[in-house]
């Protein structure tokens, strides 16, 4: 797909082969998948994606911030051919490999902190977190931990005792791990406590100290306190600069864990290679999935040496750390690095979020745009007043804009959240910008 310049709709999608393909992935695979627009892929680069019918579109989701350095980006594509070519597999619970050490050694030097650190690598965010909650239930012996309302996690059952997006991934699920207490985040256009920043004080981190450790959870009894800097699934959720150093500050008061949930804000799709050096906050455990290895299953929990002090056999797997995993894990780092992603995220991700913005005087539809570098999150409501939702006309809004070859994603009842590839142009977002707001009035005019 050289030379691609803007989407190309050649067939109204879904198109015949797509379908065609839909109804055989409904005979056979899990209902539980939601899928967010018709599109079967069969090929892709840089911010492009081809579907089986011929349509050409332009990712603003990059697989839920995935293909942060692109899809198929060619020195990923080599390393992981590269190593096929050497050795595929062996268990990382038994045998050793270079790559695991060298990527460990990577993400230690990458992540926060002048200090030593341990990794524990798995395939997914959600495993990622597991290890997380393991490690501080190990080291601190304790049972309780502290998570945000909003916050996503994954859908394993530790992981999903901590995520509260909906009621929708948690209904049924009666062995989740139990000890969990949820506070409110710091949604500050929607507080839950009807307050006003700055003059609330951080009311919701005061509410953590002043009533959560003084009147239900015992500070010495908590093992740890999970949070994403910016609440993804949430609906891109950016809190205040100094939410997260107070976190951070109670978390060390109370010898709590601080642990980072970095799955979709990490490498550098913030602007900065981790969300949290924003604020200059050093959790002591981050957990990263997602962008790692460029569209390869891998997740990794990264933590104080002294925390991972558990014995061997506590915790294991078998196929994480595939030594083609962290080949490819190894060239995403190089080229975040050598292509200076987290300099075009901030600069591309600034002049969206002043178009969007701009974009949001003119259309009353859209109630609050935020974001730190190329992830940004846009909500929908019916009344800038009353903030109700407007979830009908964001689902309408997607559809209209995947029609037109831009695909989006939603979040939360009410919002699109943008993760596009970091190599994302100033042209290219042009492009995107245009085909939005062209389709942000079709829909506004409810035309058919």
């Known amino acids: 797909m050289e030379n691609v310049k803007r989407p190309k709709i050649v067939v109204r999608p879904p198109g015949p082969k797509a379908k065609k393909f839909i109804e055989r992935d409904g005979k056979v695979m899990s209902q539980s998948l939601t899928r967010t627009s018709p599109l079967v892929g069969v090929d892709e680069s840089g911010v492009w994606v081809k579907d089986i019918d011929g ?59 002048n200090f030593e650190k341990r990794v524990f690598m798995g395939n997914s965010g959600a495993e990622a977190v597991e290890a997380a909650l393991k490690i501080a239930q190990w080291h601190t012996r304790n049972f309780y931990v502290i998570g945000f309302i909003g916050g996503f996690h994954g859908r394993t059952m530790g992981s999903l005792q901590l995520t509260t997006t909906s009621v929708g991934a948690r209904r049924h699920f009666k062995g989740m791990m139990q000890g969990v207490f949820h506070v409110p985040y710091a949604y500050c256009y929607r507080c ?96 990263v999935s997602k962008a790692i290895a460029g569209g390869l299953p891998c997740g990794a929990a990264i933590a104080r040496k002294e925390l991972m002090d558990w014995d061997p056999g506590a915790h294991e797997n078998t196929l994480g750390g595939s ?31 002043k178009r969007f913005r701009e974009m949001a005087e003119s259309h009353e539809i859209i109630g609050d745009v935020r974001g730190k570098g190329l992830m940004i999150g846009i ?70």
């Open 55 to 113: 349509n050409i579109f332009m990712d603003l989701g990059s697989g839920i911030a995935v293909t942060n350095v692109g899809h198929k980006h060619p020195k990923v594509v080599e390393a992981i051919k590269r190593q096929s070519d050497k050795l595929i597999f062996l268990n990382s619970c038994d045998y050793f490999t270079l790559p695991q050490v060298e990527l460990a050694e990577r993400l230690c030097q990458v992540t926060p902190g």
């Open 192 to 287: 839950p406590f009807k307050q006003e920043y700055p003059d609330c004080g951080m009311w919701c981190v005061n509410y953590i100290e002043e009533i959560m450790l003084k009147k239900v959870i015992p500070p010495d009894d908590l093992a740890c306190m999970v949070v994403e800097p910016i609440q993804g699934a949430a609906g891109y959720i950016v809190p205040p600069d100094d939410y997260l150093p107070a976190l951070a500050k109670l978390c060390k008061k109370n010898g709590i864990i601080f642990v980072d949930d970095e799955v979709q804000s990490g490498f550098c799709r913030t602007g900065k290679w981790f969300a949290c050096e924003h604020s200059e906050v050093e959790p002591d455990i981050i957990t």
């Open 323 to 353: 030594p083609v995993v962290c080949e490819a894990a190894l060239a995403v780092l190089d080229i975040l690095k050598e292509e200076k992603l987290d300099k075009n995220a901030e600069q591309v991700g600034g002049f969206l979020l």
């Open 379 to 448: 909500e929908f409501v019916k009344d800038r007043r009353t903030k109700e939702y407007a979830t009908e006309f964001r689902n309408k809004l997607l559809d209209e804009a995947f029609e037109r070859g831009l695909m989006l994603l939603a979040a939360g009842p009410t919002s699109l959240r943008l993760a596009p590839p970091l190599v994302l142009t100033k042209e290219q977002a042009e492009v995107a910008l245009e085909i939005f707001e062209e389709s942000l009035k079709k829909v506004e005019k409810g035309s058919p």
